[in-house]
């Protein structure tokens, strides 16, 4: 039976789509260097690309001020910069699109009332956070503008974080107005699910600080590191923690050991599942997609790093991180189940009503029960009594027993016995 998509569901998917496209787009911008060829961020303005020979020679100039020109570009002709302006421009551009797809059906849903009162602030909430994108990269790109042509590591892994924020965010509103019912499972698989999610946002940042300092030129081969399982130089820089951010050994490292605790802990949460819920489950699906697709990003991330990251393989690289954070989420919804905080907790207090009233309506049937027990037997001392104490004369003609048994609230029951003759059939 196919299950169809709510409107509202239908639109955060779409958008979903295309943050996935943005992140993708924004991967290419990095790799062919892009991203510091436009100078100015003009959210408006800045949509309608240089159009006339003179628009581009005066974009062109500002480019030339530059460090990244200066110190890497120089020889760059307009012709070279046009290519490089263009993925930086579609970035951007599809910033916008984005802002623009995801507030104008908002805002239709919202004066239809479509969309529940109570996802409505989160809703909102998601548009501000994607506002908040946009001033973030401005942020990052400033950083390349100053001395160094190279942008801040933690900005950089900051802008791609808030990204799969807003992918994770709509992605499970979605899931939850798609009303799939939830697989069963128990405390331990849905932890493990979080723990899953978790690592997997985890490794894409440190992907996006090996990224920013380009430490995917260095090193490259596997599983060892230039002949070393940890290279001796992963500790050089004072003080210690900056080697996490800066230095190409140690963040390339952390992204290894990474990948195969995620690659580990994937196949044992598919194990996990398989063993423990039944054959067509929501979950099961999506950890199966789950396992598949982290042994691709794996695989597909060491020949990147053997061939010294060709461009079709790196952005492949950088679609299966969000393929593989895709089925995370999935999976640890289907687990964890489509009710949010108010919904679960309404649905709580009905399934404890209807325990309390089917608990009422068993000890009312008990008590019934031993009433009628308890008149019956009353019943019956009288009748042998009368038997005794009777004569057979008197006994001779039938007569009709009656048992009384008060019901407390509700009605009376009364049972009509037939008492014949001792010859008689009784």
């Known amino acids: 039976m196919q299950h169809r998509i709510p409107p509202v569901a239908a639109w955060l998917l779409a958008c979903c789509a295309l943050v996935f496209a943005m992140v993708v787009v924004g991967g290419m911008t990095r790799l062919t260097h892009s991203g510091l060829s436009i100078v100015e961020w003009q959210p408006l303005v800045g949509a309608i690309p240089p159009l006339t020979d003179a628009q581009w020679q005066e974009t062109f100039a500002k480019y030339r001020e530059t460090p990244e020109f200066r110190l890497r570009n120089h020889d760059m002709t307009l012709a070279g910069f046009k290519g490089i302006f263009w993925w930086e421009y579609f970035h951007r551009l599809l910033g916008r699109v984005i802002g623009v797809a995801f507030l104008v059906p908002f805002l239709y849903f919202v004066a239809r009332r479509r969309i529940p009162r109570s996802m409505t602030w989160p809703l909102a909430g998601i548009f501000l956070l994607g506002a908040l994108q946009g001033a973030v990269g401005w942020y990052m790109v400033k950083s390349g503008l100053v001395d160094d042509p190279r942008v801040s590591s933690i900005r950089l892994a900051t802008h791609l974080g808030l990204a799969f924020l807003i992918y994770a965010a709509m992605l499970w509103v979605a899931l939850g107005l798609m ?40 090193y490259n081969t596997f599983p060892l590191m230039n002949g070393h399982l940890i290279p001796p130089e992963v500790l050089v820089i004072d003080p210690w923690w900056e080697n996490f951010v800066h230095n190409m050994a140690t963040v390339q490292l952390v992204h290894r050991m990474l990948a195969m605790i995620v690659l580990a802990a994937a196949l044992t949460l598919w194990w996990r599942i398989r063993a423990r819920i039944p054959a067509g489950a929501p979950a099961r699906a999506w950890a199966n997609a789950l396992g598949f697709f982290v042994l691709l990003q794996v695989g ?36 964890r189940g489509a009710l949010g905080g108010d919904e679960c907790r309404t649905q709580q207090r009905l399934e404890f009503a209807a325990l309390r009233s089917l608990s009422l309506e068993l000890l009312y049937a008990r008590h019934q029960t031993l009433a009628l027990a308890y008149h019956c037997s009353i019943a019956i001392r009288d009748l042998l009594e009368e038997l005794v104490d009777e004569p057979a004369s008197v006994s001779a003609q039938p007569r009709l027993l ?25």
């Open 300 to 335: 597909v991330g060491i020949a990147t790093l053997v061939l010294r990251v060709p461009l079709p393989l790196a952005a492949l690289h950088q679609a299966g991180a969000v393929v593989v954070f895709t089925c995370a989420i999935a999976l640890l919804h289907f687990l």
């Open 402 to 426: 009656q048992i009384h048994v008060p019901d407390v609230g509700r009605r009376d029951v009364h049972f009509d016995l037939l008492r014949q003759s001792p010859d008689g059939a009784g």
């Open 179 to 218: 009303a799939r019912a939830p697989s069963p499972a128990d405390e331990g698989t849905r932890r493990a699910s979080y723990l899953m999610a978790a690592l997997v946002f985890v490794m894409v940042l440190t992907g996006a600080l090996v990224a920013a300092i380009r430490a995917g030129y260095a």
